[in-house]
């Protein structure tokens, strides 16, 4: 039996899938962390009320749905970072709060998904388990 290997690409339905997932965690994330827009600190009453931000491009899958390039931001600020790179840069930079984590996470977004493949399903499983742990439920699998 051949060895199983992530697909190379996945439907359009489930990139929205993941895309929804990926972005109520970092939404949900932000209300965690700060309780507010993760740039100006603006207090929030729900999730809803944020935009999930990506540091790289949402256009490059290996990147995509990682935690570590997402942000819950308010709207002036999701726009603003996306015309400042270097705002957006130094903002991912203090949130990852590692340097060598946000180097890792630069070099991942330029590689291309052939060589580095995103697993659907494993992704799904992921981001829903930490989606769990911040609705404070203990995901059992």
């Not at 709207?75 to 400042?84: F, N």
């Amino acid at each position: 039996m051949p060895p199983v290997t992530p697909k190379d690409s996945m439907t359009k339905k489930e990139r929205n899938h993941l895309d929804d997932l990926a972005s109520e965690y970092a939404r949900k994330r932000a209300m965690h962390r700060v309780h507010a827009c993760e740039r100006c600190l603006n207090w929030k009453s729900s999730w809803a009320e944020l935009q999930c931000a990506h540091c790289f491009t949402r256009g490059n899958l290996t990147t995509r749905f990682d935690p570590r390039n997402l942000a819950g931001l308010c709207g002036g600020c999701h726009m603003y970072i996306d015309s400042h790179e270097d705002a957006k840069f130094e903002l991912f930079r203090r949130l990852i709060g590692n340097s060598h984590e946000f180097e890792m996470l630069y070099t991942l977004s330029n590689m291309t998904s052939k060589q580095s493949p995103v697993d659907y399903k494993m992704t799904e499983i992921y981001l829903k388990t930490l989606i769990k742990q911040l609705d404070g439920v203990v995901a059992t699998t």
